[in-house]
C-alpha cells in the first residue's frame, strides 16, 4: 500500500488535510483576493455579515473588512506556526540526538537543562519572552520556539536511546563511520516518522499560543492575525459576536485540521501501530 | 458637537429631570464606583484622579469654577485684587468648621499654601512661584501680593489642586507621616467615616456643613471593583446609581446610556478637559520637518476618531489650544482630513520612505484602536509606520528618554494656557526623564518670549493678544499633533439631580445632589 493510500484510510485525516489545503489556499490568495491592506478602513463599522455586496462577514470596530483580515490572517497564522515549529526542531533535534547517542554525562547535563524548560508553564514562559523583547513577528517565533523544543528534544532521545544499540548501528560503528556520520546518516532517518507527527502537532500548538499572545495584545501591532482579531473584539462580543466568532472558527478549524492530519501522518509511518489500533 | 445619540440622551435626560419635582429633598445614600483605588484620601499630598474624586467632597479650597470656569465662592466668601494685578484679598466664609470642630481660619489657609503646598505639591508650586507673601490679616482675610502679575492666579484655588488642609494637624509634624492621613479632615459636605480596602470607601453626611440645608443626601459609598465588566454590571444590576468618568470602558458606554432611567453628561470636566496629542519628535527623523508635521496633521482622520472610537463623545481640536482654554484663536485654518494636501508637502520635503515608529498610548483598547487608525491614515499617505506595543512603564520610559518617532499623550489643560499649555512647547521645560514636559524638543525663542510675557501680563486683553500671536506660530510649526479634546461623560439614574454642577463634575458635586426616589 502506498504512502497516500495507508494515510487516507483514515476518513479523518483526509478531512483534516482538505481543510488544510483550503487554508493554505486561503493564505496564498488573500493578496489576490484582497490586495488592499487588511488594516484599511473601509465601510462603516460593526457592519453585520451577508449585509453589503462585498462583506460576506461585514465589518469590525473599525470598519475594517473582516474577510480581509481572515484571509491575510491565514498567512500570518500558516507563517508563525511553520517558522516556529522549525526553529522549535532546529533547537530540539539535535539537543535530543547528542544526548540520546552520547547517554552518560552530556544526556544528564542536557535533560536537566531540558527539564529546566519544562518545569515553567509554556505559556507565561512565552508571555514573559515576548514581553521583555518587544512584540514583533520575530520576537513572537522565538518565544514559541523557545517553549516548544523540549518535548522534541525528549523525543528524539528516546528514539536514540533505543535505535543506538541496533545492529545496523554498531556495524556503522564497525566500519570506521564517525559519530556525526552515524546520527545524521544511521539513525536520524529512523526517528523521521514521529517527529514528523509532532512537528504537525506542534504548528497547531503554534497557532493557538500566538492567538493566544495577540489576544492578551501581545501580537505584533503591524500584522492582522486571528489571535488580535479575537482580541480586540472580545470588548465588543455584545454588539457584535461576527467579529470575534468568524476567527474562532478559523483557529479552531486549522488547529482540528493540523491535529487530524497528524493522525493520519502517524498512521500512515507507522503502519503496524495503525493495523493494531484498528 | 454631539452626535445624534449624545443629542437624543441629552433631550431625554431634560423631559426627565422636567418632569421632576424641582424642589430638593434630604436624604438617601449613593453608591458610586472609584476606579481604581486611590493610594490615600489627603488632597494635596496626592493629586490623581481617583483622589480627587472621593477627597473632592470631603476637602475644599477656596474657590469652586463653574462649567464656564467662572471662579465662585466656596471657602472664601468673595475676593479683590488692586489695580496692578499684584494685591490679593480674599475674604473667608465665618462660622466655617473643621470636621473634628476647630474653627478653620485665616492661620489655616496661610499654612497650607506657604508650607503645606509649598513642600508637598508640585502643581500649586508652579503657581506659589510667583507669589511673593501670603498673609493673615485677622481671622477672615488672607492677602497674597504676588511678584508680577499672574494671568490664571484667580483659576489655582481649586480643592483637588489648591486644597485646605487643617494648620492644627499638619504643622510640626511629618506631613506624610501624619496619623491623620487615615482619616483625613476637612472642611466639606461630607465626613470620611470608613475605608474597607479594596471594596468601599463611606463617606457620611457633614451635620454641621456651613450652607445650610447642604448636603443633601446622607452619605456617599464609593465602591471598589476591578473589573471592568463588572463595573457596568454593577450599574445594570442596580448596585450603583453613579458611574464617573472613567469608571466603565468606552464601548460600554452607548449600551449603558440607553437604559432605562439613565441619564448622561458631557459637562464636568473643563477644568481639566484632557487633551490628546500626538507626540512628534521635533529633534530628529522625518519628524523634524515642520512639512512632515503638517502632513500628519492632514492625513488624519480626526472626526473619524472621535466618531467611531469616541462615540461621538469630544471635541476635535483646531489647534494648540483646546475649546475650554481662555484665549482660544478660533480664525486659524483648521487642518482637516486630506490626504492629497498631506502627500503633497511629503513630495515636497522629499520624504525617502524612512520607517516612522508610533508609540500608542498603553490605557486600553480604546487607545489601542486609535494607534491603528491613525497608523493607517499615515500609511495611505505613503509613511512607513511601524507601531511598536509597550506597557505604562515602557511609554513613560521611552518618552522620558526621548526614544519614540510618533507617541500619543493626552495631557490636562487646567482652564489656562498658563497652567496647562505653554508647558508643552516652553524650551525651558525640556528636560530628559519626564513625559510629561515638553517631550516634542520643541524650540522657538518668540514662541518662548510669548508664553513667558503673556502668562504675567495684566490685564487679559494684554494676554489675549499675546497668546493669539503664539497660536498662530503654534499653528504653522505644528509641534505636536492636535488628536482631540476627550469627552470624559458621566453616566448616572435620572433620579440623582443636580450631580454635575461645577467644572470638575463629580470631585466636589455630590454637596448638591439630592435624590427623587
Redesign the interface.
Known amino acids: 500500500m502506498s504512502f497516500f493510500a495507508r494515510f487516507a484510510q483514515n476518513r479523518g485525516a483526509l478531512i483534516g488535510l482538505i481543510i488544510l489545503l483550503t487554508i493554505i489556499a486561503m493564505a496564498i490568495l488573500a493578496p489576490l483576493l484582497f490586495p488592499e491592506?487588511p488594516?484599511?478602513?473601509v465601510q462603516r463599522?460593526f457592519l453585520p455579515p451577508m449585509e453589503v455586496d462585498g462583506f460576506p462577514l461585514g465589518t469590525d470596530?473599525?470598519?475594517r473588512n473582516v474577510a480581509a483580515g481572515l484571509m491575510h490572517g491565514a498567512w500570518v497564522s500558516l507563517l508563525i506556526g511553520l517558522v516556529s515549529t522549525t526553529v522549535a526542531l532546529a533547537i530540539g533535534v539535535p539537543l535530543g540526538a547528542i544526548a540520546g547517542y552520547y547517554g552518560g554525562l552530556i544526556d544528564d547535563a542536557l535533560m536537566r537543562f531540558t527539564e529546566f524548560f519544562q518545569t515553567i508553564p509554556n505559556f507565561a514562559l512565552a508571555i514573559v519572552l515576548v514581553?521583555i523583547m518587544?512584540?514583533s513577528i520575530t520576537s513572537i517565533v522565538l518565544a514559541i520556539a523557545i517553549v516548544s523544543w523540549p518535548p522534541v528534544a525528549r523525543l528524539v532521545r528516546a528514539e536514540f536511546l533505543s535505535l543506538r544499540n541496533r545492529e545496523y548501528v554498531e556495524a556503522a560503528r564497525l566500519v570506521g563511520q564517525s559519530n556525526t556520520t552515524i546520527i545524521l546518516r544511521q539513525i536520524l532517518p529512523n526517528t523521521l516518522s514521529p517527529i514528523i507527527v509532532l512537528a504537525s502537532l506542534m504548528v497547531a500548538t503554534a497557532i493557538l499560543l500566538e492567538s493566544a499572545l495577540s489576544f492578551l495584545?501581545?501580537g505584533d501591532?503591524?500584522v492582522m492575525s486571528w489571535g488580535y482579531m479575537i482580541g480586540?473584539a472580545r470588548?465588543?462580543i455584545?454588539?457584535a459576536w461576527w467579529l470575534s466568532f468568524f476567527p474562532g472558527v478559523a483557529i479552531l478549524l486549522t488547529v482540528l485540521a493540523l491535529n487530524l492530519v497528524g493522525e493520519g501522518l502517524d498512521d500512515a509511518l507507522n503502519p503496524k501501530l495503525a493495523r493494531e489500533r484498528s | 458637537m454631539k452626535t445624534p445619540l449624545a443629542l437624543a440622551i441629552a433631550a431625554t435626560a431634560f423631559t426627565l429631570s422636567g418632569a421632576h419635582a424641582d424642589e430638593p429633598r434630604h436624604g438617601g445614600t449613593i453608591d458610586t464606583i472609584i476606579q481604581p483605588e486611590p493610594p490615600g484620601l489627603v488632597l494635596g499630598m496626592i493629586q490623581n484622579d481617583p483622589t480627587r474624586k472621593v477627597a473632592g467632597n470631603i476637602y475644599e479650597g477656596l474657590l469652586s469654577y463653574s462649567t464656564d470656569l467662572e471662579p465662585r465662592p466656596q471657602l472664601a466668601e468673595s475676593w479683590d485684587v488692586d489695580d496692578d494685578g499684584l494685591v490679593w484679598t480674599f475674604q473667608l466664609r465665618e462660622g466655617v468648621t473643621w470636621h473634628d470642630g476647630e474653627p478653620f481660619t485665616a492661620e489655616d489657609v496661610v499654612f497650607s499654601a506657604d508650607v503645606f503646598h509649598r513642600e508637598l505639591n508640585p502643581s500649586a508650586r508652579a503657581v506659589l512661584d510667583h507669589v511673593e507673601s501670603i498673609e493673615a490679616d485677622g481671622d477672615h482675610t488672607v492677602v497674597f501680593t504676588l511678584k508680577q502679575p499672574f494671568g490664571p492666579f484667580l483659576l489655582s484655588f481649586e480643592a483637588g489642586t489648591f486644597t485646605m488642609v487643617p494648620k492644627h494637624l499638619y504643622e510640626g509634624t511629618d506631613f506624610r507621616d501624619n496619623e491623620h492621613n487615615s482619616h483625613p479632615i476637612g472642611t466639606g459636605p461630607f465626613k470620611f467615616e470608613n475605608w474597607d480596602r479594596g471594596t468601599v470607601i463611606e463617606l457620611v453626611r457633614n451635620d454641621d456643613y456651613y450652607v445650610d440645608d447642604l448636603p443633601y443626601l446622607d452619605g456617599i459609598n464609593w465602591h471598589v471593583i476591578p473589573d471592568g465588566a463588572s463595573r457596568a454590571v454593577a450599574y445594570e444590576n442596580g448596585t450603583v446609581d453613579v458611574l464617573p468618568n472613567g469608571t466603565v470602558?468606552n464601548?460600554d458606554i452607548p449600551?449603558l446610556a440607553e437604559l432605562d432611567n439613565t441619564c448622561m453628561t458631557e459637562e464636568g470636566h473643563e477644568y481639566f478637559s484632557p487633551f490628546a496629542m500626538l507626540w512628534m519628535n521635533n529633534r530628529e527623523g522625518p519628524t523634524e520637518d515642520k512639512r512632515f508635521r503638517q502632513a500628519v496633521m492632514y492625513a488624519m482622520d480626526r472626526e473619524?476618531a472621535r466618531d467611531?472610537?469616541w462615540n461621538g463623545l469630544g471635541n476635535v481640536p483646531l489647534s494648540s489650544f483646546g475649546s475650554n482654554a481662555r484665549f482660544q484663536h478660533d480664525g486659524l485654518e483648521p487642518y482637516d482630513h486630506d490626504p492629497d494636501r498631506a502627500r503633497e508637502l511629503l513630495d515636497e520635503m522629499g520624504y525617502d520612505g524612512e520607517e516612522v515608529r508610533l508609540l500608542?498610548l498603553p490605557y486600553g483598547?480604546t487607545w489601542?484602536?486609535w494607534?491603528?487608525?491613525v497608523?493607517?491614515n499615515l500609511?495611505?499617505v505613503g509613511i512607513n509606520v511601524?507601531?511598536?506595543?509597550?506597557?505604562v512603564g515602557g511609554w513613560n520610559q521611552r518618552l522620558g528618554d526621548w526614544d519614540y518617532d510618533l507617541a500619543f499623550t493626552f495631557l490636562y489643560q487646567y482652564g489656562d494656557p498658563a497652567l496647562g499649555i505653554s508647558r508643552t512647547y516652553l524650551s525651558s521645560n525640556i528636560e530628559r526623564g519626564s513625559p510629561w514636559n515638553n517631550v516634542g524638543g520643541y524650540e522657538n525663542e518668540r514662541v518662548d518670549e510669548l508664553f513667558n510675557e503673556a502668562a504675567t501680563a495684566f490685564p487679559d486683553e494684554e494676554r489675549e493678544s499675546l497668546y493669539r500671536e503664539v497660536q498662530e506660530i503654534l499653528h504653522e510649526d505644528v509641534p505636536v499633533g492636535w488628536l482631540m479634546e476627550l469627552g470624559f461623560p458621566t453616566l448616572y439614574r435620572c433620579d440623582v439631580n443636580d450631580l454635575v454642577t461645577s467644572g470638575v463634575g463629580v470631585n466636589d458635586g455630590f454637596k448638591d445632589a439630592w435624590l427623587d426616589r
Open positions: 491592506s488594516w484599511r478602513m463599522p470596530t473599525m470598519g514581553a518587544q512584540p495584545g501581545l501591532p503591524n480586540a470588548t465588543v455584545r454588539q | 470602558e464601548f449600551r473619524f467611531v472610537l500608542p483598547e489601542t484602536r494607534a491603528e487608525a497608523q493607517q500609511r495611505e511601524r507601531t511598536q506595543s509597550t506597557d
